[in-house]
């Protein structure tokens, strides 16, 4: 509703003002009155104002509330945010120093996995070498054994055994070594190498032989001649022949004529035939010698100045000189064959592979 004029009007200076003239008033407040329906719309539309006004006000202050509240949470889950930001940075600079650790230690790890390699590499290397270094010597003395008993079957033995080594080993630089531990195994086998114990015992039964052997002048009874002397066997004979041949023998023992072919032998004294017959048992002994010692060339020499003596000094048609004879010329035949086979091809791959070629 509109407030009623004030009947008295007091003007600003607090002067009375004058009264209205009725006539003039009249009209005035025609002009003043507002319907009423109006007047209710604008209060509806105030009390509307006041309500929407409180409403807003409330809904400002819930947002204002609300606004708080997440500025405060935001604010707390800031500072949370920035202490895990703290721990983050702190743990990625723990992770950084422990990277850094780590990869020092891989560095450290690849070096010595590196290290690590060269030394199974040279272990590697040097047990190549110990194998070749072990299989040269076997072999080595392994020929110096066959050299020594004249039989090739310490050096086959350790030709085979160097050949299981090498295959057990399974290492492809040493292919080269295992042919030639082959070729050698072959060679060996089909060589042909005379029986060092048999040459001995012939050279023993010339040594005694040598005692029983008889000098080109020898001086003996008929009998005595006849029996060391090479004689066809005779058919049976009468007593009357018998009784003649024993006159003849007889005769013999007074004077005997003899042929020499060596002027020296028929020079040589009963005392000088003793030493004859010791230097004959030397040169066998020292032919003996040489065998044993693998000294073939030496031993050969020997048994050519045996059988020249034998020829020179004893008499060639005696049946012990004849076996003599025999003995010795078979010893010589069978020197020739002594040579042992050598295994040049496996020393000569062993050479190299022992220089690291």
Known sequence: MNPQPSPDPVNQSGAVAPSPDPVAAAPAVKRDVVPRPVLWS????AVL??????LLWQKVAGMQEQLARRSAEAQSQALEARALAKQAVSLAQDVAARAAVLDSRLSEVALQRGQLDELMQSMSRSRDENLVVDIDAALRLAQQQAQLTGSVEPLLAALKSADQRIVRAAQPRLALLQRAIARDID??????VSDTPTLLVKLDELVHLADVLVVA?????ARQLEKNLVTPPKASVTWWQSGFQMVIGEARNLVRVSRIEVPEAALL??????????NFKLKLLNARLGLLAR???????????????L?????ANARKSQTAGALLQQVQTQMRTLQLPRIDDTLAVLATAAAGR
Do not use: C, H, W
């Not at 104002?49 to 409180?54: G, I, V």
């Not at 004294?269 to 010791?278: A, C, I, N, V, Y």
């Not at 020829?311 to 008499?315: D, L, M």
């Open 269 to 278: 004294s009963p005392e000088q035939s003793f030493f004859l017959r010791e």
């Open 295 to 309: 000294q073939i060339d030496s031993a050969r020499a020997d048994l050519a100045d045996a059988d020249a003596m």
């Open 187 to 192: 060679r060996v086998k089909l060589s042909a």
């Open 311 to 315: 020829k020179k000094y004893f008499q």
């Open 49 to 54: 104002a006041l309500l929407t006004a409180a």
């Open 42 to 45: 604008l209060g509806v539309i």
């Open 217 to 221: 002048n020898a001086v003996a009874p």
